[in-house]
Nanobody, 122 residues
Framework: QVQLVESGGGLVQAGGSLRLSCAAS????????MGWYRQAPGKLRELVAA???????NYAESVKGRFTISRDNAKNTWYLQMNSLKPEDTAVYYC????????????????WGQGTQVTVSS
């Protein structure tokens, strides 16, 4: 079965940057949809960013202009570059992927990572 593993989380001061990576292994097929979600304590999981096979992407309003999602299809890996981080960005970040883009945006992606903690201090 497909395994997704995040890396790059950690603690950073407000205004700093982090780059998250998600590497997929196992089943070999092209993910049309790749994305990132986050969940803070007591809050619902929310979409942070998603990217379709051809490059078009979707971002949460709160991260537009600060975060950038990208993908390397040959490596089955995708990234979330997070700049100008704010304390409210603190959450567990999960990567997600699916053969189709729709399920990633909808939160019903077939594959999910284990999560990586991002903590932003003021």
């Amino acid at each position: 079965q497909v395994q997704l593993v995040e890396s790059g989380g950690g603690l950073v001061q407000a205004g700093g940057s982090l780059r998250l990576s998600c590497a997929a292994s196992g089943s070999i097929f092209s993910f049309n949809g790749m994305g990132w979600y986050r969940q803070a304590p007591g809050k619902l999981r929310e979409l942070v960013a998603a990217i379709n096979r051809g490059g078009p992407s979707n971002y949460a309003e709160s991260v537009k202009g600060r975060f950038t999602i990208s993908r390397d299809n040959a490596k089955n890996t995708w990234y979330l570059q997070m700049n100008s981080l704010k304390p409210e960005d603190t959450a567990v970040y999960y990567c997600a992927a699916d053969r189709n883009y729709g399920p990633v945006v909808a939160g019903t992606a077939g594959s999910w990572g284990q999560g990586t903690q991002v903590t932003v201090s003021s």
